[in-house]
């Protein structure tokens, strides 16, 4: 009996691995882009590769944008916002996710002077992304922050990042969590998944090259991006438990010049996971 509940665990535990599909973050192919778009999105098809993460067409019409990334069966499943947009005209940023029909949409950057995060810029975070978040959960798109490391400055007994959690309306403005910039302001991924389960809605896997000084200003050599499983950011134990905290969706983004070769070999390594 023992033998067998082992065999049915560990049968679960591939099936999880199995079924959990990972997409892409665009970025990550930017110079590719610049130079050959419809090559790049046939290779990063070719990967294997079915959801992505974009936003924006590259400089070439979006109706032919659309029409490759249906050739190469490409589904944008998030696209990125300006924290400027979300805050003046939100509707647009609605408009174009139902362009791409995309269910989630992502801001990356909250603007901020001299790499100094304040109470007052989280404040007005705050406002903006429940505001806008509300009018896009109306048209069925979901808003979620992507954290950049300078949020988890100390702030009364906690830090901002905290603050922001707690004064964010989960029914309309969640998480991406990008692991690398949680971990480079000395943050635990996995921890901070268990304290704020449900909340991370999207995620980006990205490793870090061990040894790289980390810092709170939201600001990394690109070139510290290395395969996944060859880092420090500890990428096999937050996807043992990224599904059962809330994560719905995962996109591999590596900034680096080695992206194109880098990719494919990260996408084994969460392949072979157990």
């Not at 635990?188 to 061990?210: E, I, S, T």
């Not at 070139?223 to 499983?229: A, C, F, I, R, Y």
């Amino acid at each position: 009996m023992k033998k067998y509940f082992l065999a049915v665990s560990l049968f679960s535990c591939l099936f999880v691995t199995a079924q959990t599909k990972i997409g892409v973050q665009l970025y990550s192919f930017r110079n590719q882009f610049k130079t050959d778009i419809p090559g790049t999105l046939e290779k990063i098809s070719k990967m294997g590769i079915t959801e992505v993460e974009g936003g924006g067409s590259y400089g070439m019409p979006v109706p032919e944008f659309k029409a490759l990334l249906d050739k190469n069966n490409l589904s944008v499943t998030s696209i990125g916002a300006d924290y400027k947009v979300l805050e003046t005209d939100p509707q647009s940023v609605i408009n174009e996710a139902k362009l791409y029909g995309a269910k989630y949409v992502m801001c990356a950057w909250i603007p901020h002077e001299d790499n100094h995060f304040t109470i007052e810029d989280a404040d007005k975070a705050i406002r903006v992304f429940n505001t806008a978040g509300k009018l896009l959960k109306e048209h069925g798109i979901s808003l979620c922050y992507h954290a950049h490391g300078y949020e988890f400055v100390p702030y009364n007994k906690e830090t901002l990042f905290d603050y922001m959690a707690k004064k964010m309306d989960p029914r309309y403005a969640n998480f991406e969590m990008d692991v690398f910039w949680i971990k480079h302001p000395g943050q635990d991924p996995v921890a901070l998944l268990k304290k704020y389960p449900g909340r991370f809605k999207m995620m980006h896997l990205k490793d870090r090259k061990p040894g790289t000084e980390g810092n709170q200003l939201g600001h990394a050599d690109v070139e510290t991006n290395v395969v996944l499983g060859s880092g420090d950011v500890g990428i096999a134990a937050i996807m043992k438990v990224a599904k059962k905290y809330g994560v719905e969706k995962f996109y591999i983004e590596d900034e680096s010049s080695r992206s194109m070769e880098q990719v494919p070999q990260s996408l084994a390594f969460l392949k072979g996971l157990k």
